[in-house]
Nanobody, 121 residues
Framework: QPVESGGGLAPPGGSLRLSCTAS????????IGWFRQAPGKEREGVSC????????NYADSVKGRFTISRDYAENKVYLQMTSLKPEDTGAYYC????????????????WGQGTQVTVSS
């Protein structure tokens, strides 16, 4: 089960770094995705990093502002968020799927409980 941390309140233009970790399994063996859900809206994919090759992709709305990365030593995946906008507000979820079977984030098997990000002045 992935576990997210690092959410909170940030001003517009500010930064936050979200972390995803998991006890009991090695994240580097999994394709990891970050998703978010704003109140009243459907959940959307934000970013994804594959297990093999650490190939990354991003939603158009966050390209150039968010960066997904792995820390293999710490068994973590980070989402560095910069130039935050009010529309980035929402619950952010880390999800995982066995990297042997999937290199994209179109279908995820394991989901965290989420961490809240609020962008407001």
């Amino acid at each position: 089960q992935p576990v997210e941390s690092g959410g909170g309140l940030a001003p517009p233009g500010g930064s936050l770094r979200l972390s995803c970790t998991a006890s009991g399994f090695t994240l580097s063996l999994y394709t990891i995705g970050w998703f978010r859900q704003a109140p009243g809206k459907e959940r959307e994919g934000v970013s994804c990093i594959s297990s093999i090759g650490a190939i990354t992709n991003y939603a158009d709305s966050v390209k150039g502002r968010f960066t997904i990365s792995r820390d293999y030593a710490e068994n973590k995946v980070y989402l560095q968020m910069t130039s935050l906008k009010p529309e980035d507000t929402g619950a952010y979820y880390c999800a995982a799927i066995d990297g042997r079977y999937a290199s994209s984030c179109s279908r995820m098997d394991y989901w965290g409980q989420g961490t809240q990000v609020t962008v407001s002045s």
